[in-house]
């Protein structure tokens, strides 16, 4: 397997931009190719998911953290400097459709040596000791294909449930539910491993077997153009969210590609149609009122 080296970047838009250039790209005849990166605090859900169900809306207020969504289906996760994520790319083969357990069966075996009794439950978390330490997805073009996902070793769990946790008021979408899991951070399993990149330095050097891939600067430059047009897009973040209705008190929201279609509610409620359904674009859009923080608080 070949390492494909990330110039050692935090930036998740970035990180997923590599993922996609690799399953586009990437000359997998011979070998396939292993990505791990460590991503700076951020949410990332899967590509089918509505962001305003997945997330609770004190961290869509507050903007500390990054949002993106990946290529690939599955929940939505946290990510912090705790927490290494790995993406296995190889050719694609039918036998590999959502077979977790052969994908992955390297990255099993390498947690096993170290005494985290790693294995996979019916929903393709890899857990130990009862507990999900990592959750996975897939993601083909044909000619490739992605089993990729996190492993929990320091990471903060008490954000990890907060920013993950249900809204009080009611939402309604057809889009993929995230299945929450007790989870675990492998520090509690073994003592090998104090950091997410002590991990990382474990799986290179067990994994890869090949020189590193560096990318060109115009291969960089390609993904740097992906990150900023797409993963940082409003369009993929919140515009791929499937139709979802919002229910607060007596104000009814309905969105669709990240915009209000329908808003109703007592005579106050101004008419936002048309306007983005997210913090900063609503704040902006009753700046004229001047009750405008007490609107803002009801309405997002």
């Known amino acids: 397997m070949i390492l494909a080296d990330n110039r050692n970047t935090s930036n998740p838009y970035i990180n997923l931009a590599i ?17 791990l990166y460590i991503n700076e605090p951020c949410i990332v859900l899967g590509k089918n998911q509505s962001i305003y169900r997945e997330i609770n809306f004190d961290f869509l207020r507050n903007e500390k953290l990054k949002l993106t969504r990946r290529i690939s289906g599955g929940g939505t996760v ?4 705790g927490n290494l994520n790995f993406a296995l790319i190889s050719k694609f083969a039918e036998e590999k459709i959502n077979n977790y357990k052969l994908l992955n069966r390297e990255l099993i075996l390498a947690l096993q040596n170290t005494g985290i009794n790693a294995s996979f439950d019916a929903r393709n978390n890899i857990i130990c000791q009862g507990k999900k330490i990592s959750g996975n997805a897939q993601f083909t073009n044909r000619k490739n294909i992605i089993s990729h996902g996190t492993l929990l070793v320091d990471a903060d769990l008490n954000i990890l449930r907060s920013c993950l946790a249900e809204n009080s008021f009611k939402i309604e979408t057809k889009a993929v539910r995230s299945v929450g899991s007790p989870v675990i951070n492998t520090k509690e399993i073994t003592k090998q491993f104090a950091t997410a990149q002590d991990l990382s330095n474990y799986l290179t050097q067990t994994l890869t077997t090949q020189p590193t891939y560096r990318f060109t600067d115009i291969e960089w430059n390609n993904i740097e153009k ?13 515009g791929r969210s499937p139709h979802t209705k919002i229910t607060k008190g007596e104000i009814e929201i309905e969105i ?3 915009v209000i279609i329908k808003i109703s509610g007592p005579d106050s409620i101004p008419d936002l149609l048309g306007v983005k359904y997210e913090y900063a674009s609503i704040k902006k859009a009753l700046e004229i009122y001047p009750n405008a923080s007490e609107l803002l608080s009801t309405i997002f």
């Not at 993922?19 to 990505?35: M, Q, R, S």
């Open 226 to 238: 992906l990150a900023n047009e797409k993963f940082q897009s409003f369009e993929w973040v919140y």
């Open 19 to 35: 993922e996609e250039y690799l399953v586009k790209n990437a000359d997998c005849t011979n070998n396939g190719f292993l990505l």
């Open 78 to 81: 946290y990510h912090d400097t």
């Open 256 to 258: 669709d590609n990240g």
